[in-house]
């Protein structure tokens, strides 16, 4: 079993920054971890991931600006939001898969309960 607390959230101007973190409890060593959000209204979309070898990919609406990052035991998960606009506004999650590799994201295995990210104009 993981569970996982997002915390970091907040409200920014467009153009600041936020780092979001998720603790993990449980093994996590092994695990492909991914950032999500889900913005009023919308579906709820990966924003990156992280496979247990450590290579990580982004969603091209954040590429360059958002960077997934763990601590060296991997019981916590980082998201550095850079150059934040209002399309960021969302609802943030983490989540966990029981493998190495990343699935899609409606196969995840355990779910945050989400941090709020809103950026304004």
């Known amino acids: 079993q993981v569970q996982l607390v997002e915390s970091g959230g907040g409200s920014v101007q467009a153009g600041g920054s936020l780092r979001l973190s998720c603790a993990a409890s449980g093994s996590t060593y092994r695990r492909c971890m991914g950032w999500f959000r889900q913005a009023p209204g919308k579906e709820r979309e990966r924003v990156g991931s992280?496979?247990?070898?450590?290579?990580?990919t982004y969603a091209d609406s954040v590429k360059g600006r958002f960077t997934i990052s763990q601590d060296n035991t991997k019981s916590t998960l980082y998201l550095r939001m850079n150059s934040l606009t209002t399309e960021d506004t969302a609802m943030y999650y983490c989540?966990?898969?029981?493998?190495?590799?990343?699935?899609?994201?409606?196969?995840?295995?355990?779910w945050g309960q989400g941090t709020q990210v809103t950026v304004s104009s």
């Open positions: 992280i496979k247990s070898d450590g290579t990580t």
């Open positions: 989540a966990a898969y029981r493998l190495g590799v990343c699935p899609p994201f409606w196969e995840y295995d355990y």
